[in-house]
């Protein structure tokens, strides 16, 4: 028999605490068979964030550090920069931790150029705290703290990370992807892999932002959480590369 | 090297290189800003890293990460900017991550001003940040004990793994006096196996992290911590005493304002008062045992800070009510003259309580 | 030995390097230093001055209540200083800036042209060498040598066409005050 | 012939192996694993094909696949 | 209204609605997340606002400017988001600004773990923010006492224009008990005339502020701070006892902890022991005079804490050596037993210490 | 004689701490006239912020609070929201103040949609603290934090925060102006007005980005400024408007 | 009189609210209350469990050392609670989840196949009131009044189409142990 | 005839003023003001135009220009 699939040994072999039908799970298993497949996993070190993903050190077969709400990015600037260069840091950050009280670790890095990648989980909601409005929350949504739905005029409207982090010049690479389907599940790996490769050529900061669910917090069942992403999520977030600059420092 | 003319936050800088620092995230602040020009320009020549932080924040949680990877590191604020620090500090503390956090103090609360002040004492060895944690605490006089005590205090974050602060004010920052820098032991930095620096070779993951879900466990880790402080505060009291020998009554100071109390002892001495002083070098642990000692002996304690009182808080808890303690206080960035001070204590050498 | 100088002036008259210049003289002589700036808000302009303690024995406090000399450089200063000198004590002034009438009469006052004499001299930036000339000669706590010393330090290698006028002006100082 | 397992004990119970199989062969079991959730389960494995759709989308890589080696005539 | 049953929360988010506060800009973190669910959802019933901020050093400046234009206004956290609130904290305090601030604990230090804790006793009322500032604290330990206490709170920042700290814990917040809302003084809302909300029709401009580059107005804004908590010492004192009229032994605690420490006091007094309990509710000012005044009658203090031992220094400052004092604490969020605590009272009552 | 110009009763009649030629001082002017023209200077709160203009409140004739530093929009978002609608609310903020560590408080208000007017200082450095590197610092410039010239590789590259918040559909009204002659200060004037418009017909968000010297800490004359102004400035950060949609949330 | 009551189970089988009934019917009888919930680290999934506390006197300490009665609703709960009961203080078990042995003789155990009773009645989520129908009965601490009253509040306006299966299910309950 | 008023006192020499006058008639002055700065000074008012491109540019807000009512011929 071939092995098809076989879980990714870039997963320490244990239980996660996700919620049945979390994609917090799919994207986990992304980002260890890069690291597993790139041969990366010894010399890497992750970032664990504040929200679901907090417990993601106890997942990722590499050596992790965990982060105080939203300074994924500052912790990992310290340790990449102190760091040889061959090693590979990520941070994997829910959108409370990278798009709310994490807003000037995120630019700051991107505007540094840091050469790290970063793994941006949106779910449109915070997880961990019991389904509070995030700032990628949708127009509409009804979350613990906008029982009416988010209204525009008192809670102001969503903010789409990707486009505004590509609109500095020190970012190289940044995706957009879901993960409501297998077809793009996989161009989720894809995205994962170019920003670590970028990071692996020292060209600088990458970013994957991935639509995920939160089945949970949402009130859906896992199924119905991917169809929301595909139809309420991605009309809002589309999808792509919304930089792809690779840029060096030494050219600009 | 002989002995150099320069200003106390580049001392600190200096002093730090020496130690084997080659990394330090910093922002801005008035009376500390000369300490991140000086390493801006000194780290490159030693091939180390100058990082401007976007913010206090950002930089304490880059200290996190470059000493959860393994180095010594510095970074250093003054009073506003330091309270931004103070979740980061906690989750050093609770991580077991050394590091040296200089704070450069200056006249508050608020935004206050940018003279000199100590009036962030409690929030350097009591509260600052959630949990139950310390942080030893040195708070050098001069700029020559600063070269030592930036030493020591890497020393001290390597060799309990926690985070160390340096305490100066504006004035210490400020200031410029001859120094020497000499070669210590605390130079040697030990191996840390613990770091987070990938695993290739040494086998399986490593992490770092100060979440504990399960109370059973979290207690745990404040036990050890305990220990951790016990051993501290057995290990690392530092206090400096002037003229205690025959005293009948102690000023208690630190920092910047003990030396205006030396010069005043001195100038009541030439009047056959019989008075010392005696200086926490230390502020944690704190030398309690050390003011105990004297309690027999004297029947005045007179406490000067620049703040409103804050130390005189520990130096009660030492003594225990077996000594009068009388406090003298400026604030606001003021600084107390030798004049005043002389008179403060003249009168409460005659027995008269403030 | 000890003396205790207060500079002061306006931002950018160059009062916290004239006390740069004393300090790291009196370090080279073996003396114990100490230099503290004190500052207004104003990034530029506004007032600044500077103490500066040299001693034979340990610097204890920095700061200076009673200044055995003061250097100023304006009329501001003079009306803030003037009155703190200790008795005996110097009060050296730029004549050219300051004009205010001395109400001292326990002290030694050395109004000097400085701005005026440095001009002569074909640089006006010298004036505080003037002043400090004047100053070292009047409390021979300091030697020439050790400022020509300090000069030199601080110039660093990009000025050294300075010296000469620099020295110039120390002695037109020191002669003033013969 | 097995083509997928399923690692019981990891199961979750979500169904989004169960919403992805194209060939509708996996569901949830009737009893409960040690966590308390009903485990998927697979119908049957013949009509596996090994396109590992359920595996790509199980969110706790609780599901391997294999193919049977040089086998080149497609399952069903 | 006759009693309800709501979670601690919820009852200081109606308690505070109830107290006229119409604003409350928070931040999710467990355990107070249902006040701020609580909020969002109560507030536009009373055409008030609830803003989630982006974070909590956000939300305590939203509550800075909102407190500057003259409004009642509450925000919330838990330990490490209220390490982050420290900065702004101490700029309420400079400026003057009245405010409700409410700390529902957790188990540190760092990110620790969500269960009860009371290891931020010395950053509420100690440390916390740089500079000489103190904020009353006020700690309840039934749900009850939150509706009596929050609103307390409010009267208190108005009346001292100061920021003052509601401080609970993972227990108190999260556990329901039936609670009855009455209406008092306190939701009285006094006019103020400092407020920034444009000069229309009241002359020239006002200005909030904390800086004070002058070091002689920034020590006259220090004197006055110390003579309003001069004040506030006087008069703000809140303290409970419990059995103390024959205690020869006293159990000091607060908060959640205090109700366990009552449950095990009967036990023991009902094996004859003369146990009784002293609990602090305003934990600053702390009811030092209370504490004293009890020294002569007693031969045993026992602090139980759920943390390594913070308020025991508070009680020893208190006491100054007369009675001997033990310290019981539970970390990481455990909650110690009545049967634990039975034991340790039994055990220091037969004259055994720690 | 008829008054072609004087002294906008905007500006209280005082003397500024500002460095001579700075021109924080032109723009104060811009503001205060601006507001006295809209006759709303008796219902207008500023928000001072930490960098040079922290004194403003003393400077400026209306009501006046002082913000931590980096939080002036949060502060102005519980002043704005708790005071009735017609008040007029504004930031006078500094680049190291708005775009460093405020970098947090000023994305969020614009996501938010915030019906607030910023005006903000961008002198390419950090004046109050002695000259030290901003993110807005040029690459090549010379800080006492970048002494050899900002390097793209470690200090990254300066941010466009104009364009970067012109991505957040909160935000209403951007435009970036200058102030290095007559003409660009009047553009600036003209910009200013519109933002307080936008704000006063509860349109949202508005912000001027106005390029401002440092002639102290850049070590050139007050002139000389105006001149690296233009030349180096404003090719970096181009002028001119990049929002105006004049927002109003119900339309979304 | 006093109960002190825990009620544990996987996250979602509705123990928090089990609680929350027990504690509203207690409070409306007069009688003082207190609720407290601890949950694992998994919003949903996981263990959870509940303390209540009804008493004629003031609950002191909410928190439950000995509890005089544990629901069980599944088998890691059973392991864990099992040995905490009081001598002579009630188990009670949903038969059909837990099916462990058990090892205390000094207590009174009740396994209620509360899940097979509820589907009977046509809703298998009325299971827990099975439980606590049974659980007022043994103990008397509770009017069957005060838990319909609790359930009307709990249940609200649209819910209220619930109410006769939810009382079906509580008597049913209550017969078990009579 | 005064065409522009400097508030001596409040002026800091920056030389804004004289960058910007397109007549070329404002100088500093020989003299410090009482912050220490020598003030602006007009060479010759009546070749002012009143274009206020001084008083535009000054940062200190010290220049105050005026212009001859009814007087529709042109200065210069
Ligand atoms: C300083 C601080 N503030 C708040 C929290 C509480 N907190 C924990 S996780 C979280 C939000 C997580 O949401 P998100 O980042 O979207 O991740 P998710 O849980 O949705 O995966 C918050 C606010 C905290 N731990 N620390
Ligand atoms: C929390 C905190 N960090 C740092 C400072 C020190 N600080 C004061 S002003 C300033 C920067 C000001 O620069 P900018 O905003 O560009 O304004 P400018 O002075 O250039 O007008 C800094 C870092 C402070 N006061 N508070
Ligand atoms: S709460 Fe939401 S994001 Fe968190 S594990 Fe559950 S489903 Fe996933
Ligand atoms: S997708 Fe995975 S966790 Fe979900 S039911 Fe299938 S095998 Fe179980
Ligand atoms: S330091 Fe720079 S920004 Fe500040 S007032 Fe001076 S010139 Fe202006
Ligand atoms: S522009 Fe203004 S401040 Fe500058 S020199 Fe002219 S009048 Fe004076």
């Known amino acids: 028999m071939k092995v098809v699939f076989e879980r990714s040994k870039g997963l320490l072999n244990t239980e996660t605490h996700y919620c049945p039908g979390c994609t917090h799970g799919i994207i986990h298993r992304l980002v260890a068979e890069t690291l597993e497949e790139m041969d990366v996993l010894e010399q890497t070190i992750g970032v664990a964030s504040v929200g679901c993903s907090v417990l993601s050190y106890q997942y990722f077969n590499c050596d992790m550090t965990q982060a105080a709400h939203g300074r994924a990015p500052a912790v990992a600037t310290g340790i990449k920069r102190v760091l040889p260069k061959d090693r590979i840091v990520f941070t994997y950050q829910g959108d409370g931790d990278l798009a709310s009280i994490g807003m000037g670790e995120i630019v700051h890095a991107a505007a540094r150029g840091e050469n790290i990648t970063v793994i941006f989980v949106n779910n449109a909601i915070y997880g961990m705290t019991g389904g509070q409005m995030a700032p990628t929350s949708l127009l509409g949504q009804r979350t613990a703290t906008s029982p009416e739905g988010r209204q525009p005029q008192t809670q102001g409207l969503p903010i789409r990370v990707s486009e505004m982090l590509a609109t500095l010049d020190g970012a190289s690479y940044i995706e957009r992807v879901s993960t409501h389907d297998v077809a793009h599940v996989m161009k989720a790996k894809k995205a994962i892999r170019k920003a670590f490769l970028t990071q692996q050529e020292e060209k600088g900061f990458s970013m994957v932002e991935v639509l995920s669910t939160c089945p949970t917090n949402w009130g859906l069942n896992p199924e119905e959480s991917l169809q929301w992403v595909k139809q309420e999520m991605v009309p809002y977030y589309p999808l792509g590369v919304y930089k792809d600059r690779q840029y060096k420092g030494e050219e600009s | ?354 | 030995m000890k003396e205790e100088i207060i500079i002061a002036g306006f931002g950018g008259q160059g009062v916290m390097s004239m006390g740069q210049l004393l300090a790291f003289a009196g370090m080279k002589q073996g003396k114990e230093v100490s230099w503290l700036p004190s500052y207004g808000p104003e990034q530029r302009g506004g007032t600044a001055n500077v103490s500066v303690v040299i001693s034979d024995s340990k610097v204890g406090s920095p700061i200076i209540d009673s200044p055995t000399t003061v250097i100023l450089l304006n009329n501001p200063s003079f009306e803030k200083f003037e009155k703190k000198v200790v008795p005996g004590g110097n009060i050296l002034t730029n004549g050219d800036l300051v004009n205010l009438p001395c109400k001292r009469n326990d002290i030694s006052l050395f109004s000097i042209q400085a701005t005026t004499i440095a001009e002569k001299l074909g640089n006006h930036r010298v004036a505080g060498m003037v002043i400090l000339g004047a100053f070292i000669e009047k409390t021979g706590i300091l030697s020439k040598e050790s400022l020509v010393e300090a000069l030199l330090h601080v110039l660093g290698k990009e000025k050294q066409h300075l010296i000469p006028v620099n020295i110039a002006a120390l002695e037109s100082g020191m002669e003033m005050v013969l | 012939m097995m083509r997928i397992i399923i690692k019981e004990d990891y199961c979750k119970g979500c169904s989004l192996c169960i919403a992805f199989c194209p060939q509708e062969i996996i569901q949830l079991a009737n009893r409960l694993n040690r966590n308390g959730y009903r485990p998927a389960e697979v119908l049957d494995q013949n009509k596996c094909t090994s396109c590992a759709a359920c595996a790509r989308m199980c969110p706790d890589s609780v599901i391997s696949v294999f193919r049977p080696e040089k086998n080149k005539i497609k399952a069903s």
């Open chain 2, 1 to 354: 090297m002989g002995k150099v003319l320069m200003k106390g936050n580049e001392v600190i800088g200096e002093a730090a290189i020496l130690a084997g620092c080659h990394y330090f995230f910093g922002y801005p602040i008035t009376p500390q800003s000369e300490l991140v020009a000086y390493m801006a320009k000194r780290l490159p020549e030693v091939k180390g890293l100058f990082l401007q932080a976007e913010s206090e924040v950002s930089a304490i949680n880059m200290v996190y990460g470059a000493s959860s990877a393994g180095v010594r590191v510095m970074t250093s604020s003054s009073s506003p900017g330091f309270s931004l620090k103070q979740e980061g500090i906690s989750y050093l503390a609770a991580a077991n991550l050394p590091a040296v956090i200089v704070n450069i103090a200056r006249g508050g609360p608020g935004l206050g001003n940018i003279q000199p002040s100590q009036s962030d004492y409690f929030q350097v060895t009591k509260g600052g940040g959630h949990g139950d944690y310390y942080t030893p605490v040195l708070a050098p006089s001069t700029l020559q004990e600063i070269v030592d005590l930036t030493q020591e205090a890497f020393r001290i974050a390597d060799q309990y793994r926690t985070p160390v602060i340096l305490l100066g004010d504006g004035m210490l920052g400020q200031m410029m006096e001859p120094v020497e820098f000499l070669k210590t032991d605390n130079q040697i930095v030990i191996d840390k196996e613990w770091a987070t620096t990938g695993t290739k070779g040494d086998g399986s993951p490593k992490t770092i992290t100060s979440l504990d879900l399960n109370d059973v466990k979290l207690e745990e880790r404040n036990c050890k911590l305990q220990e951790k402080y016990k051993l501290i505060r057995r290990n690392e009291i530092k206090v400096d005493t002037y003229l205690m020998e025959d005293a009948e009554m102690a000023i208690v100071a630190y920092g910047t304002v003990a030396r205006i109390c030396q010069s005043a002892i001195d100038r009541v001495r030439d009047e056959g008062m019989k008075i010392g002083l005696i200086r926490p070098i230390s502020l944690w642990p704190y030398p309690t045992d050390v003011i105990a000692s004297y309690c027999e002996r004297l029947n005045k304690i007179v406490v000067v800070e620049m703040s409103a009182g804050q130390m005189v808080e520990d130096v009660r808890l030492s003594v225990e009510g077996k000594v009068p303690i009388s406090f003298y206080g400026r604030t606001g960035g003021i600084i107390p003259t030798v004049e005043e001070l002389v008179e403060q204590f003249q009168m409460h050498g005659n027995g008269v309580l403030r």
